[in-house]
């Protein structure tokens, strides 16, 4: 499907919303340049920030399967080695999963149906 509407940088949720509402489709690099603004409104620690880009990354790359709840910890773990190292500069494992979770209303907030 995200062949024939041209849409193979975007999520599965844009082409459904270009198919369904004739709502242009975005690739996964505008939506997270259109969600910065607003991630970096909320979370102001750099340390945060720097977690939230790796995310955005691999998201980006690898698609929106990226940001499940159950890749946070393999994420957690490529990017700190450790959940204790990732505590020592993020916090608490519930200020870690806040910031993952947290962030991700912000790629879908401005679409509309």
């Given at each position: 499907?995200?062949?024939?509407?041209?849409?193979?940088?975007?999520?599965?949720?844009?082409?459904?919303?270009?198919?369904?509402?004739a709502i242009e489709?975005?690739?996964?690099?505008?939506?997270?340049?259109?969600?910065?603004?607003?991630?970096?409104?909320?979370?102001?620690?750099?340390?945060?920030?720097?977690?939230?880009?790796?995310?955005?990354?691999?998201?980006?790359?690898?698609?929106?399967?990226?940001?499940?709840?159950?890749?946070?910890?393999?994420?957690?773990?490529?990017?700190?080695?450790?959940?204790?190292?990732?505590?020592?500069?993020?916090?608490?494992?519930?200020?870690?999963?806040?910031?993952?979770?947290?962030?991700?209303?912000?790629?879908?907030?401005?679409?509309?149906?």
């Amino acid at each position: 499907m995200k062949d024939l509407i041209d849409a193979k940088d975007s999520d599965v949720y844009d082409v459904l919303a270009f198919v369904a509402y004739a709502i242009e489709t975005r690739t996964r690099i505008e939506r997270v340049q259109k969600a910065k603004p607003g991630i970096a409104k909320t979370f102001s620690d750099d340390k945060q920030l720097e977690f939230i880009d790796f995310i955005l990354e691999t998201y980006v790359e690898d698609g929106v399967h990226e940001l499940a709840a159950n890749k946070m910890r393999s994420l957690i773990e490529l990017k700190y080695n450790t959940i204790s190292d990732a505590t020592t500069v993020l916090g608490s494992p519930a200020v870690i999963r806040e910031t993952f979770i947290g962030f991700q209303k912000y790629l879908y907030r401005d679409v509309e149906v």
